[in-house]
């Protein structure tokens, strides 16, 4: 079957600590995007790839790095410089966003301990 | 002025009525539009999209756009308590490539 894995499910983090999110489709999708989902703030752009080995920020990309080395993978990586990473964390993928809208992974539940 | 905008909610319906989702959008330019649902917890799941002014539907499912006044509404027929969700509005805004900007999505509850 088709899709897009998210992995880990759940995730804790300790003050200082890097963490890498991890998000693989084999869907054959160009695009992949990252966004990070708070209460009442709905869906926040992080970043997102068009095509493999380039990436571009989003609108909230402080704190956050990411790679696309292979069309099927884009890893997010939440550095110690994120100071509120407590959140749920999106990943999609799409042919077309314009004409498809996305495909989305179940998602990264990420608390700070 | 947010770019697409929703109101939060939440919008409660009794099973069977009617439930009416709307999303306005600044853009006038705008191209293509969709709705996701997302259970608490759970990942945003695509139900519908909308290009063309009009009405589309799709089962219980019912979207209508007008690009005039820049407005894409969701209706929802016989609802269901399963149909208890957040929806949320998507839209490809113009000279965004491909890349959508979500709304803060509508809580909708369906009472028993």
């Known amino acids: 079957d088709g899709g897009i894995t998210q992995s880990p499910k759940y995730l804790f983090r300790k003050e200082g600590q890097n963490v890498t999110l991890s998000c693989e489709q084999n869907l054959n999708h160009d695009a992949m995007y990252w966004y990070r989902q708070d209460p009442g703030q709905g869906l926040r752009l992080i970043y997102y790839?068009?095509?493999?080995?380039?990436?571009q920020k989003g609108d909230i990309a402080e704190g956050y790095s990411v790679s696309r080395e292979k069309k099927e993978s884009f890893p997010l990586t939440v550095t110690s410089a994120q100071k509120n990473p407590t959140a749920f964390y999106l990943c999609?993928?799409?042919?077309?966003?314009?004409?498809?809208?996305?495909?989305f992974g179940s998602g990264t539940r990420l608390t700070v301990v | 002025q947010k770019e697409v905008e929703q109101n939060s909610g939440p919008l409660s319906v009794p099973e069977g009525a009617i439930a009416s989702l709307n999303c306005t959008y600044s853009?006038?330019?705008?191209?293509?539009f969709f709705w996701y649902r997302q259970y608490s917890g759970k990942s945003p799941e695509l139900i519908m999209f909308?290009?063309?002014?009009g009405d589309k539907e799709d089962g219980r499912f019912t979207a209508q756009l007008n690009k005039a006044s820049q407005y894409v509404s969701l209706l929802i027929r016989d609802s269901q308590p399963s149909d208890s969700a957040t929806y949320l509005c998507?839209?490809?805004?113009?000279?965004?490539?491909?890349?959508?900007?979500f709304g803060t999505g509508t809580r909708l509850q369906v009472t028993l």
């Open positions: 853009d006038r330019g705008s191209q293509s």
């Open positions: 999609a993928s799409s042919t077309d966003g314009k004409l498809y809208g996305y495909t």
């Open positions: 909308i290009y063309s002014n």
């Open positions: 790839s068009q095509i493999v080995n380039d990436f």
């Open positions: 998507a839209v490809n805004l113009w000279g965004t490539a491909s890349k959508l900007t």
